[in-house]
């Protein structure tokens, strides 16, 4: 079992992982690259968990913030690349809870969010 910092690379996809190991396992603080996407902050047991930075290259968005076994869960920020921002809760990957999404023209909403939704009083 390795452990310290290494590079794992696979031929298909395009996929590289570059930190830290721990009994062979990704562990630690890493970057992850696959397919144009790329995820980079900390690992366990292989899985993105803890704080990261997560960009989807098929629409350009990014978030930032907590992570849980490769899920986005938690507190953190989405961008998307029209300038528009949420900050707050998810769960699932989706704005689920508390938060603040900002639109570019200056509009934005203050209050709770169901899957994804603007929902309840805001």
């Given at each position: ?26 562990t630690g603080k890493g ?7 790329f995820y980079e902050g ?38 998307w690349p029209d300038g ?39």
């Open positions: 079992m390795y452990n310290g910092k290494g590079v794992e690379s696979w031929d298909e996809g395009n996929i590289k992982y570059e930190g830290d190991f721990k009994a062979g396992k990704k970057k992850f690259e696959f397919d144009g996407n900390d690992f366990l047991d292989g899985q993105f968990s803890g704080f990261g930075t997560y960009y989807f290259a098929d629409s350009g968005k990014q978030y930032t913030g907590q992570f849980s076994k490769n899920n986005i869960i938690g507190v953190g920020t989405m961008t528009s921002q949420y900050k707050g809760d998810f769960v699932n990957g989706k704005m689920e809870g508390k938060g603040v999404k900002n639109w570019p023209n200056g509009n934005y909403y203050d209050g709770q969010f169901k899957n994804n939704l603007q929902h309840g009083s805001g």
